[in-house]
């Protein structure tokens, strides 16, 4: 009964593919966001996501895009993977008002080779 | 812009000893303010949090208080345990910014026996 899961755990994948990660939240929360961390541990936000607003970090290639066929999936669809893409990507998950904690999957570690 | 400043680490303690991880932020508003805490192999856990100025938020034997003449929120313990051993990360959220978190770049803390 995972709060926030994710899939896949660990993504090996070669430079130019297109690859997609899952996430799945079971706690009723209405908005969603995709986070990556890199090889110092560094968080950067990618994607904040209600039923009614995209949120998106300009700094994201257009390469990233969120996917979310419900309130409880926001998957993460990733284009033509380069290099350095390489790091780990959470998924999380709140209610709306700006003080409600984010609850975090474990991760998706991807290795583009 | 929104940005978090938190000490360098790693931390080195060894058991029992007193817990100091500094967090400054610099927000354009009011945030609320986090701290995090991630585990080996894992996504982040929200640890404490404080949502308006002078307040205390503690866990587990952890306190951080709100400092609006500082703009800090350093994060304490009076006595750590081995079990304590993890990357801590500050965060604050603001309402206009639609719940994203912005993390400060972790502080790695190991109690040694």
């Known amino acids: 009964d995972t709060a926030v899961s994710q899939t896949p755990k660990y993504l090996v994948t070669q430079m130019g593919n297109d690859k997609s990660i899952k996430c799945e939240q079971n706690?009723?929360?209405?908005?969603m966001y995709w986070y990556k961390q890199d090889s110092k541990k560094f968080l950067k936000i990618m994607f904040s996501?209600?039923?009614?607003?995209?949120?998106i970090n300009e700094t994201v290639p257009n390469r990233f895009s969120p996917k979310s066929p419900d309130k409880a999936h926001l998957n993460l669809h990733i284009n033509s993977l380069e290099l350095g893409d390489s790091a780990v990507y959470f998924c999380?998950?709140?209610?709306?008002?700006?003080?409600?904690?984010?609850?975090f999957g474990n991760g998706t570690r991807l290795t583009v080779t | 812009g929104d940005s978090v400043t938190q000490m360098e680490g790693p931390v080195t303690l060894s058991e029992e000893a007193f817990l100091t991880i500094n967090c400054t932020y610099t927000?354009?508003?009011?945030?609320?303010l986090f701290w995090y805490v991630q585990y080996p192999g894992e996504g982040l856990q929200l640890l404490l949090k404080?949502?308006?100025?002078?307040d205390k938020g503690s866990n587990k034997g952890f306190e951080a208080t709100y400092r609006k003449e500082t703009t800090s929120f350093h994060l304490e313990k009076g006595s750590v345990q081995v079990s304590d051993s993890a990357v801590y990360f500050c965060?604050?959220?603001?309402?206009?910014?639609?719940?994203?978190?912005?993390f400060g770049g972790g502080t790695r803390l190991m109690v040694k026996p």
């Open positions: 999380a998950s709140s209610h709306s008002p700006s003080n409600s904690p984010l609850h």
């Open positions: 706690l009723g929360h209405d908005t």
């Open positions: 996501y209600n039923n009614k607003e995209l949120i």
């Open positions: 927000a354009t508003g009011y945030p609320s």
């Open positions: 404080a949502t308006k100025a002078d």
């Open positions: 965060a604050l959220s603001l309402y206009n910014a639609g719940n994203m978190l912005t």
